[in-house]
C-alpha cells in the first residue's frame, strides 16, 4: 500500500467519524426528512400534494423526533461497522 493510499483511508475514517458526530448530534434533519419524502409515497387532497417527512414533522414532534433518532443510530452503527471494517485493512496492511 503506498503512503497515499493509506492516507485515503485514514482520511475515510476521519469523514466517517464527523458523520457519526453530526448524526449524534441530530443535526441532519433536513436531510431524513428528504429521506422520508423520498421513501414514502406523496399524499394528495384535491389538487394539493403532501409528503411524509413534511407530514410526520408538522403532525407528532415526538413521533418525527423518535424516529429520526432511530434513523440515525441505525445509519452510526452501520458507519461505525465501515470505519471497523476500513481499521482492520490499515492494520493488516501495516502487518
Given amino acids: ?3 497515499e493510499e493509506r492516507q485515503e483511508i485514514l482520511d475515510k475514517i476521519e469523514n466517517l467519524k464527523e458523520e457519526v458526530e453530526n448524526l449524534e448530534n441530530g443535526d ?8 422520508l ?3 414514502q409515497e406523496s399524499y394528495k387532497i384535491g389538487y394539493l400534494e403532501f409528503f ?21 443510530d ?14 482492520e485493512e490499515l492494520s493488516e496492511i501495516e502487518e
Fill in 1 to 3: 500500500m503506498t503512503t
Fill in 28 to 35: 441532519n434533519e433536513k436531510e431524513y426528512i428528504e429521506y
Fill in 37 to 39: 419524502n423520498d421513501s
Fill in 52 to 72: 411524509a417527512g413534511d407530514i410526520l414533522k408538522n403532525c407528532d414532534e415526538v413521533a418525527f423526533r423518535c424516529s429520526l433518532n432511530d434513523y440515525n
Fill in 74 to 87: 441505525s445509519r452510526i452503527t452501520d458507519i461505525n461497522d465501515e470505519i471497523e471494517n476500513l481499521q
